[in-house]
């Protein structure tokens, strides 16, 4: 399976603290399938990684 780099940009609930989180996943997913205890996605690039 490809492996993908998702680049989530992210804020605390409070709007404050954007954070970046890299996540290496074994399949495409799509927004709706990831999530972060109290955090909200507001942004999320799929780049196709090259590494192992």
């Given at each position: 399976m490809k492996k993908y780099k998702y680049l989530l940009l992210s804020k605390d609930k409070f709007g404050f603290n954007i954070q970046f989180f890299y996540t290496y996943i074994e399949a495409e997913l799509t927004a709706k399938n990831?999530?972060?205890?109290?955090?909200?996605?507001i942004n999320l690039e799929k780049i196709e990684?090259?590494?192992e």
């Open positions: 990831i999530f972060y205890s109290e955090k909200t996605i990684w090259q590494g």
